[in-house]
C-alpha cells in the first residue's frame, strides 16, 4: 500500500504541508508508505495542448507526453493506492502550481466520451483520492466566494478518474505568525491565533482519519 500526498504551497511547513503530514501519518499508522512531494520543488509546467495523450495509437496514449521533472512523478501515480492533493487558495483558486499538477495528472487519464461511458478513465485501477484545502476565509462565506462550486468540481474530476474522492475544508486560517508585519486591515490577530490554537489540531485529526481510512481501504 502506497500513498501519495503532493503539496501545492509554497512553503513546506505551511498549514497545507501540516495538514498532509498528518495525512500520510494516517496512513503509515496502518503500514502503509508514504511520500510526499512539494511540486514548487520540481521543474514543470501545465499541459501544453499537444495531445500526445490522446492520439490513436500514439507512444504516449494515456500518458503524458511532456518529459521534465514531473515525468517520473507521474509514473510513480499509476502504482500508488492512494492521492492526497493540498492546496492553500491563493486568489479564489488553488495554487498555480497545483493548477498545473492537475492537468498533468487527470488530463490524460481522462477521455472525451459521452457521460454515460461505463469506462471514462484510462486510470488502470480504482483509488481512494483526497484533496486538503486551506484558506484565509471563514466557513460562512465559501458559498458567496464561489469555492464550494471549484470544490465540487475537483471532487468530481477526481472521482470520475480516479475513483472514490473526498475533501477536507481548513477555513480561516492563520497565514502569519505576525500580522503587525502584513499590510492587512482585514482581519483580527488575536482572533486568528485563538482560532488557529484551537481548531487546527481538529482539522490535523480529520486529515490523519483521512489517511488512516485511505489506507485501510475504507
Not at 25 to 33: E, Y
Not at 86 to 109: C, D, Q, T
Not at 171 to 199: G, L, M, W
Amino acid at each position: 500500500m502506497e500513498v501519495i500526498g503532493f503539496n501545492g504551497s509554497a512553503r513546506k511547513t505551511s498549514n497545507t504541508a501540516t495538514l498532509l503530514q498528518k495525512a500520510l501519518d494516517g496512513a503509515a499508522s496502518q503500514g502503509a508508505s508514504t511520500k510526499l512531494v512539494h511540486l514548487y520543488d520540481l521543474d514543470f509546467k501545465g499541459c501544453k495542448s499537444c495531445f500526445g495523450c490522446k492520439t490513436k495509437g500514439g507512444k504516449s496514449y494515456g500518458r503524458c507526453a511532456v518529459n521534465d521533472d514531473l515525468t517520473p512523478i507521474l509514473k510513480e501515480v499509476e502504482k500508488a493506492d492512494a492521492l492526497i492533493l493540498g492546496s492553500p487558495i491563493y486568489f479564489w483558486a488553488v495554487s498555480g502550481e497545483m493548477k498545473s499538477f492537475m492537468e498533468r495528472l487527470m488530463f490524460p487519464f481522462y477521455r472525451y466520451t459521452t457521460d454515460d461511458d461505463p469506462a471514462p478513465s484510462l486510470f488502470p485501477k480504482k483509488i481512494h483520492t483526497g484533496f486538503v484545502y486551506t484558506m484565509s476565509a471563514p466557513e460562512e462565506r465559501l458559498n458567496q466566494l464561489g469555492y464550494d462550486k471549484a470544490i465540487a468540481l475537483n471532487e468530481m474530476f477526481l472521482g470520475r478518474i480516479f475513483g472514490k474522492s473526498e475533501s477536507l475544508l481548513s477555513t480561516d486560517t492563520q497565514q502569519v505568525e505576525d500580522y503587525s508585519k502584513i499590510v492587512q486591515n482585514r482581519f483580527d490577530p488575536k482572533k486568528k491565533a485563538a482560532r488557529h490554537k484551537e481548531c487546527f489540531p481538529q482539522d490535523c485529526q480529520k486529515a490523519f482519519e483521512m489517511g488512516r481510512r485511505f489506507a485501510g481501504g475504507v
